[in-house]
């Protein structure tokens, strides 16, 4: 049996919940590019990859984060006095500072901002308490082909809380679904498999210095860990994120039609770069690193669609 153990999480301001325990940051009934028919879809904290382009920064934490609106700021000053860490100060001009490393998303000052200027992203839930959320919608998914994704972050970060989330899923009649960077040690990969019906793999680019560069990792196990998954008979569908200038080469498409066709892969949706994710990096406090970089221009995406259905492939555009 694989350890799946490292769940256990205490909330910032010290009480326990017991059980088996997980960081989520989002839940999204009637999602419907997830994965077939209406879904929800539960989003994990935390990621070991560093896409330039990740649109969800609060997932790359496996821990809860303060989120700062600056714009819904008014300078009352009442978050001050409350910080028990004095992590938010009052800076010389009379603007808020907040030093992260102080922080400890106590939510103090979020229960006391008249303005909604502060929010907590990420929540500790119990497995029974997400399998609730997820059964409400059970009649939609029955009518409409769908189910539950377990989304990120990269999910199989909480190995033991995934699985219980699938396990418990399918045991209710819910068709799961894994959605996942493919970063993942095998054996656990393949535990959290046992309760999933169809994986969504996320393939960045398809070479190794080039994916490196742009997630910080290699991914030599990601395509490992493919073809693995095919080698186990799961129903897979590729998902690439597609991002102007750094992975939409002719070379790169013909590199992912290639690798999909020697494993006999037919689907894969493109996901078009969007800059919608660039102001959840200010209220974070982290750098944006692609400020300069435009959306595809129109017809560009048609194009590679039509590059990789040239292979055979069935694309779709989410
Ligand atoms: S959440 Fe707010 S009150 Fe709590 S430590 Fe962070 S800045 Fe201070
Ligand atoms: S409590 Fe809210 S409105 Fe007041 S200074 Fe803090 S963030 Fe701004």
């Not at 990740?54 to 997932?59: K, T």
């Not at 045991?171 to 894994?178: D, R, V």
């Not at 030599?220 to 799961?234: Q, Y």
Request: net charge positive; glycine share 8%.
């Amino acid at each position: 049996m694989v350890d799946l153990k490292g769940s256990s999480l205490s909330k910032p301001d010290g009480s326990q919940k017991t059980g088996i325990v997980g960081c989520v940051f989002n839940i999204e009934r009637f999602a419907i590019r997830d994965g077939p028919g209406i879904r929800t879809t539960v989003f994990l904290k935390g990621c070991p990859l560093r896409c330039l382009w990740c649109a969800n920064p609060e997932s790359i934490s496996p821990t809860p984060q303060l989120l700062y609106l600056e714009n819904l700021c008014t300078r009352c000053y009442r978050c001050v006095e409350v910080c028990p860490n004095k992590a938010t100060t009052k800076a010389p001009d009379g603007a808020i500072k907040i030093d992260r490393s102080l922080c400890k998303a106590c939510g103090k000052c979020v229960e006391i901002c008249p303005n909604k200027a502060r929010q907590i992203s990420g929540k500790l839930m119990t497995v029974e308490e997400v399998l609730e959320e997820v059964k409400k919608d059970a009649l939609f998914y029955q009518n409409s082909g769908g189910g539950v994704t377990f989304s990120g972050g990269e999910p199989t970060q909480q190995p033991e809380f995934l699985w219980h989330l699938l396990k418990g899923s399918q045991e209710s009649g819910i068709h799961t679904a894994l959605d996942t960077s493919g970063f993942v040690k095998p054996e656990i990969l393949k535990k959290v498999l046992e309760h999933t019906n169809l994986v969504l793999y996320d393939i960045k680019h398809m070479d190794p210095a080039k994916h490196k560069e742009l997630t910080g990792v290699d991914n030599r196990l990601i395509l490992e860990n493919a073809r693995m998954i095919v080698g186990m008979g799961k129903p897979m569908i590729i998902r690439v994120p597609l991002i102007p200038v750094h992975n939409d080469s002719q070379e790169n498409i013909k590199a992912l039609a290639e690798f999909m066709l020697s494993l006999g892969l037919k689907k894969v949706d493109l996901l078009p770069y969007h800059s919608l994710g660039k102001i959840k990096y200010q209220r974070l406090g982290m750098e944006y690193q692609l400020s300069d970089l435009k959306p595809f221009a129109e017809g560009e995406v048609a194009k590679i669609k039509a590059d990789l259905e040239s292979y055979g492939l069935q694309v779709g555009v989410g």
